[in-house]
T-cell receptor
Framework: SQTIHQWPATLVQPVGSPLSLECTVE??????LYWYRQAAGRGLQLLFY??????ISSEVPQNLSASRPQDRQFILSSKKLLLSDSGFYLC???????????FGDGTRLSIL | AQSVTQLGSHVSVSEGALVLLRCNYS??????LFWYVQYPNQGLQLLLK??????LVKGINGFEAEFKKSETSFHLTKPSAHMSDAAEYFC??????????????FGKGTHLIIQP
């Protein structure tokens, strides 16, 4: 069966520090991968999606970037965190072309 | 562009009572519709989905939803609420099953409170 792993579960970082959140999927090949951010009272916002290795699409301009160095690995990064980057970050995957999206357990990011 | 409106950021029901969470969508093509549940500090878990075929869809934990094209609605119901149903519920829409390449459009969520 397929599983998705996100880490770390929680992270506290100072303003201006770098960020790297990792997401990996097991049990499937060539999935679509997604990064969402969930801010309190604002629902989920799609940040990035990827349909293949090295292929990244950004939905909103921001202080973050994403990379997909391997088929089932998706990384969310920042060179310098802002206070506004605080939130709950969720990674998800879907079988390309069909099937619902499946979510990881998320990373709670707090910026001090 | 697609959009999802969930009426009521908070819904409170008594244990054993009917649960009704409302979702209306807009989509330029026949939509695929989803309901997800989120427990505190966890990811989203798929409750049910509508793609094609039968408009009444049954999901996990006793939930079901009915796709009504004429009303552009996909309301979530459960006949009898249980304390364990307390969570955040999200309705989502896509013009491709699974979101295709560009993700799902989510509503802002409804926090379901169960009163003992």
């Amino acid at each position: 069966s397929q599983t998705i792993h996100q880490w770390p579960a929680t992270l506290v970082q100072p303003v201006g520090s770098p960020l790297s959140l990792e997401c990996t999927v097991e049990g499937t090949s060539n999935p679509n991968l997604y990064w969402y951010r969930q801010a309190a009272g604002r629902g989920l916002q799609l940040l990035f999606y990827s349909v293949g290795i090295g292929q990244i699409s950004s939905e909103v301009p921001q202080n973050l970037s994403a990379s997909r160095p391997q088929d089932r690995q998706f990384i969310l990064s920042s060179k310098k965190l802002l206070l506004s980057d605080s939130g709950f970050y969720l990674c998800a995957w879907s079988i390309q072309g069909f099937g619902p999206q499946h979510f990881g357990d998320g990373t709670r990011l707090s910026i001090l | 562009a697609q959009s999802v409106t969930q009426l009521g950021s908070h819904v409170s029901v008594s244990e054993g009572a009917l649960v009704l969470l409302r979702c209306n969508y807009s989509s330029s093509v026949p939509p695929y519709l989803f309901w997800y549940v989120q427990y505190p500090n966890q990811g989203l878990q798929l409750l049910l989905k509508y793609t094609t075929g039968a408009t009444l869809v049954k999901g996990i934990n006793g939930f079901e939803a009915e796709f009504k094209k004429s009303e552009t609605s996909f309301h979530l119901t459960k006949p009898s609420a249980h304390m364990s149903d307390a969570a955040e519920y999200f309705c989502a829409v896509s013009d491709h099953e699974g979101g295709g390449a560009d993700g799902l459009t989510f509503g802002k969520g409804t926090h379901l409170i169960i009163q003992p």
